[in-house]
């Protein structure tokens, strides 16, 4: 896959702004709550390069003058799903644990936990202060339940609606960002469970400018999504990217992945994820950064650290099944493996 499509994309004199809107005639980007006509490109796309626009900034896009809506690919709603979006620049984060590179999958002992209920706090940060405990306990991996943002405050996670933001309820991406950090400095892996197979009902709105996105058939949570259209399976596979490559996740774990529809006799959005997975290893591996060069940007600092914590990291994808015994084959195609199974035993603590 190429470079990201979805969401705004900071650069050194500003911010472009994406939306895929295909049921919608024009859109507006509201910047800090001023309107901004976007430029309509091709196969449904409208598009801004705003000057000076720069982390931190929050927008919204009006669609035919009728409805606000959030970025689909928001990286981060403070003000929860109807709120704006803020703009992100994930590359400033500065890592701690540059040697890590994964555990062997034999080695997983893993605990299950919700963020919101592992600590009294119920945030990212507290978590930290747990972390310690529980590699003592000798369990090697934390699996994160969902945490694609939601309406409202408590949920399980599984009804997400902007499935780039990490739910504002347990603190900001950075906080998170410092949690796995902190796991890895002990040692302990860190997956995180991801929905692909619908969206929750509250607060989202790509039905009205993007109907495309779902076809006439249902999971038992709602309408399934047609990963048969090109762009609504990039949106997937790029939002699993950005869990690995922007907050380093060590892998995922795919919930009912008999419910993510694909179309007889072609490949399936599983499989694209993990040749993308692969290309992004690859990718980051061979990016050439001259380490001799005093003149070496923070960013391309960032890039090669980035890359050598990759390597050669150990990376898992594991889709669950939904009421359906395991496959218990291995259908990777890349390097970084993909395993089917029912699910992983764990326990929560508070």
């Known amino acids: 896959?190429?470079?990201?499509?979805?969401?705004?994309?900071?650069?050194?004199?500003?911010?472009?702004?994406?939306?895929?809107?295909?049921?919608?005639?024009?859109?507006?980007?509201?910047?800090?709550?001023?309107?901004?006509?976007?430029?309509?490109?091709?196969?449904?796309?409208?598009?801004?390069?705003?000057?000076?626009?720069?982390?931190?900034?929050?927008?919204?896009?009006?669609?035919?003058?009728?409805?606000?809506?959030?970025?689909?690919?928001?990286?981060?709603?403070?003000?929860?799903?109807?709120?704006?979006?803020?703009?992100?620049?994930h590359e400033s984060f500065v890592w701690r644990a540059k040697d890590w590179r994964g555990r062997p999958w034999s080695e997983t002992a893993l605990i299950e936990t919700h963020v919101g209920t592992f600590t009294r706090e119920g945030t990212y940060r507290a978590m930290i202060?747990?972390?310690?405990?529980?590699?003592?306990?000798?369990l090697t991996a934390v699996e994160l339940m969902p945490l694609a943002d939601f309406a409202g405050r408590r949920g399980?996670?599984?009804?997400?609606?902007?499935?780039?933001?990490?739910?504002?309820?347990?603190?900001?991406?950075?906080?998170?960002?410092?949690?796995?950090?902190?796991?890895?400095?002990?040692?302990?892996?860190?997956?995180?469970?991801?929905?692909?197979?619908?969206?929750?009902?509250?607060g989202n709105f790509l039905g009205r400018y993007a109907p495309s996105f779902f076809t006439d058939a249902h999971t038992p949570w709602g309408s399934a999504i047609d990963y048969r259209v090109s762009e609504v399976r990039a949106f997937a596979i790029e939002n699993a990217l950005a869990w690995l490559r922007d907050y380093r996740f060590d892998g995922l774990r795919l919930d009912a992945a008999n419910h993510i529809l694909s179309e007889p006799g072609q490949p399936s959005m599983l499989h694209d994820l993990s040749v993308a997975a692969g290309k992004l290893k690859r990718r980051l591996l061979d990016a050439p950064v001259d380490e001799g060069d005093a003149a070496m940007s923070d960013r391309d600092a960032q890039r090669r650290d980035a890359a050598r914590s990759l390597q050669p990291r150990r990376m898992v994808l594991y889709p669950?099944?939904?009421?359906?015994?395991?496959?218990?084959?291995?259908?990777?195609?890349?390097?970084?493996?993909?395993?089917?199974?029912?699910?992983?035993?764990?326990?929560?603590?508070?």
């Open 156 to 202: 399980w996670g599984y009804d997400g609606v902007l499935w780039y933001a990490p739910d504002s309820a347990y603190g900001r991406p950075e906080d998170l960002k410092t949690l796995i950090d902190e796991a890895h400095l002990r040692g302990l892996t860190v997956f995180l469970d991801v929905v692909y197979n619908h969206f929750g009902p509250e």
């Open 129 to 138: 202060g747990k972390l310690d405990h529980l590699a003592a306990t000798g």
């Open 1 to 89: 896959m190429s470079e990201a499509q979805f969401g705004a994309k900071t650069g050194k004199n500003g911010t472009l702004f994406r939306l895929w809107a295909p049921g919608a005639k024009h859109v507006d980007l509201v910047l800090e709550k001023k309107p901004l006509a976007m430029r309509r490109g091709d196969d449904g796309w409208f598009l801004l390069d705003v000057r000076d626009a720069a982390a931190g900034a929050r927008y919204k896009f009006r669609i035919d003058d009728e409805i606000d809506v959030p970025d689909p690919a928001s990286a981060f709603q403070p003000d929860d799903v109807f709120g704006p979006s803020e703009v992100i620049d």
């Open 320 to 350: 669950q099944v939904h009421r359906l015994p395991p496959l218990g084959r291995n259908i990777a195609t890349s390097s970084w493996a993909v395993k089917k199974t029912t699910g992983c035993a764990g326990f929560q603590t508070r």
